[in-house]
């Protein structure tokens, strides 16, 4: 019973100090307008992840950043690849290992972006 009664004694003291914070930053407090919080920081940053996933079955990897280009083959879903390099809506990828086609490790050609997703690193 009595970690029931310190709850009971806390609870109000958390909601009284989360209403004067609220309070405080409705008021434009310039203490709490000039320090970015790290969580705004992590937003802001550019994801460098550079393993990009192909999402759709049947996309065609090509000796160039157009459909002007022949392919080499297909990538199905879950194949994936090294960004090396990009050309507007074009990513130039290196596999990673053997493709479901059966393309060798290490083939190097180009895949539209909206085929393939960039991963994402995990935040702790």
Sequence with gaps: MPALSVLRR???TVALAA????TVGAAG??????APTAASTRVAAA??????????????FR????????????????????KVAGR??????????RSKSGLKKGTTAWVHKKFV????YMQY
């Design 19 to 22: 209403t004067a914070a609220l």
């Design 10 to 12: 806390t609870v109000p």
């Design 47 to 60: 994801n460098t992840c550079p393993t990009w996933t192909v999402m759709k079955n049947g996309v065609n």
């Design 63 to 82: 000796t160039g950043p157009s459909t002007a280009y022949r392919s080499i083959g297909y990538l199905y879903k879950w194949d994936y690849g090294t």
């Design 29 to 34: 407090s310039s203490a709490f307008a000039a």
């Design 117 to 120: 997703d960039q991963c994402v």
């Design 88 to 97: 507007g809506s074009w990513v130039k990828l290196r596999l990673n290992e």
